[in-house]
């Protein structure tokens, strides 16, 4: 099986911009998270989605947003970007629930800059 | 919520040690602890995973170990590589219904030749 793809893998943004990632996880796996990656903080939950639906949600503004489609593809939306969006951005797809000790499956991530 | 504390931050030892990471956890309930490995430029990949229902597991040269009663879980990794350099984190999920997977902050491990 393929594994997650997640693109594009960088980006270069200004700040008040907007940006889109997109994620397609593994074939058969329903269950697709996003995470933030920055030095110092680790891993944040940003959101999670199961059947088109956001399931779970971490501690961020309201300017991160997500949304999944039949496919199980999933794209997550930052709106007026600011400097400390500057991160990577993981993607992670589970067969049905990764909460419930399913291994997660992470793709390579999206780097994303804030100028 | 869940709340995972992983130390050191970082770790570095000879070619041919051993390596030990430590994670301690909030939620009692919590009952799936895994841990992943990321190589520079790449996602983190699971390496090692157990639960609450069992004390230890090996895999070959990595180990986990589990403390339930302390909220405790390490990572053992002996006769260590340098492909073993990497940043590794501990996580722990299961408390019930859909929670959030919760993870530690990371640990990088440089080996020395």
């Known amino acids: 099986k393929a594994g997650v793809t997640q693109t594009p893998r960088y980006l270069i943004k200004t700040r008040g911009q907007q940006v889109t990632l997109s994620c397609s996880p593994i074939?058969?796996?329903?269950?697709v998270s996003w995470y933030q990656q920055t030095p110092g903080q680790g891993l944040q939950f940003l959101f999670e989605?199961?059947?088109?639906?956001?399931?779970n949600k971490g501690n961020f503004p309201g300017r991160f947003s997500g949304r999944q489609f039949s496919n199980s593809r999933s794209e997550m939306n930052v709106s007026t970007l600011e400097l400390g969006d500057s991160a990577l951005y993981l993607c992670?797809?589970?067969?049905?629930?990764?909460?419930?000790?399913?291994?997660?499956?992470f793709g390579p991530g999206t780097r994303l800059l804030v100028l | 919520g869940e709340n995972v504390e992983q130390h050191p931050s970082t770790l570095s030892v000879q070619e041919g040690d051993s390596a030990v990471i430590k994670c301690t956890y909030s939620?009692?309930?919590?009952?799936?602890f895994p841990w992943y490995k990321q190589e520079l430029g790449k996602g983190p990949q699971l390496i090692i995973d157990?639960?609450?229902?069992?004390g230890e597991k090996k895999d070959q040269r990595i180990a986990v170990t589990l403390n339930k009663t302390a909220k405790h879980f390490s990572l053992h990794i002996t006769e260590t590589q340098p492909e073993d350099s990497a940043v590794y984190f501990c996580?722990?999920?299961?408390?019930?219904?859909?929670?959030?997977?919760?993870f530690g902050i990371g640990t990088k491990l440089q080996v020395i030749p």
């Open positions: 074939s058969g796996h329903r269950s």
């Open positions: 157990i639960r609450s229902n069992v």
């Open positions: 996580a722990a999920t299961g408390s019930g219904g859909y929670q959030k997977v919760t």
């Open positions: 989605y199961f059947s088109e639906t956001q399931r």
């Open positions: 939620d009692s309930a919590s009952n799936y």
């Open positions: 992670a797809s589970s067969p049905n629930n990764p909460g419930q000790g399913e291994t997660q499956y």
